[in-house]
């Protein structure tokens, strides 16, 4: 058999205590975001604003804690000296990043729920879509990518180009929010700017290269074990 996934159970605990620890702890600073800024925001910002900025400070929360376990997945992955493949394994720092991530997910989907009509305001129908289909397919793939070591590498890159996300949250807060003035949001949107461009425009050929090198790799692995003998 090409394939025969085993789980540790110790892992797959791990990852869905931290998901469960993370929806609550995003989820209830959302809640408290939302509900500061009900009482204080100023008279003219809208209530599908509040709702969006409230979401920032749960992606803000998220991409600061999983980009930690992310960069030192990211090294432990490197420090190992394995080639990567597409059965790299998952170390401890990408079960606890994936778990994070994941549990943002969750909360943020809870959120586009009770409060649908004010994030279709602010992301519109496309924008809704694009964000379901994101959240939905991370969570049904990568938890599985992870806990059965498949493709775990990739994972692994796409967290890590979270980080970029604490750029994209402080641009919103300074724009959306009106806090800094321009000084504040040039800055922010110039920092948001070369880490996008560092970290996921930068490595895209790496990471073609990698993908493509993997895929062909598991082609060629699964034409070798389903060939008919002579």
């Known amino acids: 058999m090409l394939f025969s996934p085993v789980i540790s159970h110790e892992m797959a605990r791990t990852l869905f205590v931290t998901a469960g620890a993370s929806a609550i702890l995003i989820g209830g600073t959302f809640e408290l975001i939302l509900h500061g800024l009900r009482a204080h925001a100023p008279a003219d910002m809208r209530p599908s604003a509040m709702v969006f900025l409230s979401s920032c400070a749960g992606s803000l929360l998220n991409s600061v804690t999983t980009s930690v376990f992310a960069l030192s997945a990211v090294h432990s992955i490197y420090r190992s000296g394995a080639p990567l493949s597409a059965t790299t394994a998952a170390p401890l720092g990408l079960v606890i990043s994936t778990g994070i991530t994941c549990g943002y997910f969750l909360a943020d989907c809870v959120q586009m729920i009770r409060y649908h009509s004010e994030n279709k305001r602010e992301m519109g129908t496309n924008g809704m879509r694009l964000m379901w289909g994101h959240h939905v397919l991370s969570l049904l793939a990568w938890p ?50 070369l880490s996008f461009a560092a970290i996921r425009i930068l490595t895209i050929p790496w990471f073609g290269a990698l993908y493509w090198r993997i895929f062909f790799s598991e082609v060629s692995r699964f034409a070798q074990g389903t060939r008919l003998p002579n």
Do not use: D, I, P
């Open 144 to 193: 599985y990518a992870v806990l059965t070591h498949r493709c775990a590498v990739f994972v692994a890159y796409f967290l890590f180009t979270e980080l970029t996300n604490v750029g994209q949250s402080l641009f919103h807060f300074c724009n959306k929010g009106k806090r800094g003035g321009a000084t504040a949001l040039l800055a922010v949107g110039g920092m948001w700017l």
